[in-house]
């Protein structure tokens, strides 16, 4: 014989469609008030920096800021109600995310400071994607995702070499330069090294000595081709990861899941005929 749900269970099932149903007419309406709040949220903290806006509308701000944390922190309580897996949806990307988004305005009881942490609740709008049930946006980022992943040895091995080299020329400009000139000590002469390999150049120390620039000039010019080569390996992984998933049997073609059962017909994740 079939069990009646408890009032809570059927609570439960409700706020589960509401804040994680995007197909729903309420799950959709949630979605773009939580959307419209959190850019809300990021106007007003940025606007409450400006120190003339401030003076004027300082308690519109303070007041609007609390009762939007206090939506937020309901939302939060509520997911996690809602989820059948509290502790993942909790240490999730998202869920830390949430939580930390509603931590600064509890934390300016004690330090008045933190309230413009606040600005973090702007990662929130990554749920964009889910809002509008981009799918296949979905399956870019993973595809990026994993591209970064498999690279990763090599952006490690690469930015330890750019760590040497940059100790090395710069201990050679402190050699060539004198204090005069603003490379009073190695660490000093490895921050202008590190500056000028990733072409910012800020200017408060430079060469003076035709050695020096020559060295600059090389260390400039380096800096260009050091910028590049991270990005050429993420995009050959993108390119080997595009050729592995087109010729991937049962891979959908909208999201790019690839762990499918052989006798699948659909995408068990956006329900998407397979090839």
Same mark, same amino acid.
């Given at each position: 014989?079939?069990?009646?749900?408890?009032?809570?269970?059927?609570?439960?099932?409700?706020?589960?469609?509401? #804040?994680?149903?995007?197909?729903?007419?309420?799950?959709?309406?949630?979605?773009?008030?939580?959307?419209?709040?959190?850019?809300?949220?990021?106007?007003?903290?940025?606007?409450? $920096?400006?120190?003339?806006?401030?003076?004027?509308?300082?308690?519109?701000?303070?007041?609007?800021?609390? #009762?939007?944390?206090?939506?937020?922190?309901?939302?939060?309580?509520?997911?996690? %109600?809602?989820?059948?897996?509290?502790?993942?949806?909790?240490?999730?990307?998202?869920?830390?995310?949430?939580?930390?988004?509603?931590?600064?305005?509890?934390?300016?009881?004690?330090?008045?400071?933190?309230?413009?942490?606040?600005?973090?609740?702007?990662?929130?709008?990554?749920?964009?994607?889910?809002?509008?049930?981009?799918?296949?946006? +979905?399956?870019?980022? +993973?595809?990026?995702?994993?591209?970064?992943?498999?690279?990763?040895?090599?952006?490690?091995?690469?930015?330890?070499?750019?760590?040497?080299?940059? %100790?090395?020329?710069?201990?050679?400009?402190?050699?060539?330069?004198?204090?005069? +000139?603003?490379?009073?000590? #190695?660490?000093?002469?490895?921050?202008?090294?590190?500056?000028?390999?990733?072409?910012?150049?800020?200017?408060?120390?430079?060469?003076?000595?035709?050695? /020096?620039?020559?060295?600059? $000039?090389?260390?400039?010019?380096?800096?260009? /081709?050091? #910028?590049?080569?991270?990005?050429?390996?993420?995009?050959?992984?993108?390119?080997? $990861?595009?050729?592995?998933?087109?010729?991937?049997? /049962?891979?959908?073609?909208?999201?790019?899941?690839?762990?499918?059962?052989?006798?699948?017909?659909?995408?068990?994740?956006?329900?998407?005929?397979?090839?």
């Amino acid at each position: 014989m079939k069990e009646d749900k408890s009032g809570f269970e059927i609570f439960r099932q409700r706020v589960n469609i509401i #804040i994680h149903g995007v197909n729903t007419p309420a799950g959709r309406l949630f979605d773009i008030i939580l959307l419209g709040l959190i850019l809300l949220s990021v106007v007003l903290v940025a606007l409450e $920096s400006v120190k003339s806006l401030d003076i004027i509308y300082h308690n519109f701000f303070i007041v609007s800021e609390w #009762i939007i944390t206090i939506f937020f922190s309901i939302e939060y309580i509520l997911r996690i %109600i809602s989820s059948r897996k509290p502790l993942r949806y909790i240490f999730s990307f998202y869920g830390i995310i949430d939580f930390i988004s509603i931590l600064p305005m509890y934390l300016s009881f004690f330090a008045p400071s933190t309230k413009t942490l606040a600005i973090v609740r702007a990662l929130r709008l990554l749920r964009l994607f889910r809002i509008l049930n981009l799918v296949q946006f +979905s399956g870019s980022a +993973s595809q990026l995702r994993l591209a970064i992943n498999a690279s990763r040895t090599k952006i490690i091995v690469f930015v330890y070499f750019v760590f040497i080299l940059s %100790i090395l020329l710069g201990t050679i400009m402190y050699v060539v330069e004198s204090p005069d +000139s603003g490379f009073t000590s #190695i660490p000093t002469s490895i921050y202008w090294c590190i500056v000028t390999l990733t072409t910012v150049g800020y200017g408060d120390i430079a060469p003076i000595t035709p050695l /020096g620039k020559a060295i600059a $000039s090389f260390i400039m010019i380096l800096g260009y /081709g050091i #910028i590049a080569v991270p990005t050429g390996i993420v995009t050959a992984e993108l390119a080997t $990861s595009g050729k592995k998933r087109k010729l991937l049997p /049962g891979t959908c073609p909208n999201c790019g899941t690839s762990d499918h059962r052989n006798t699948a017909d659909f995408c068990y994740k956006c329900g998407t005929s397979l090839p």
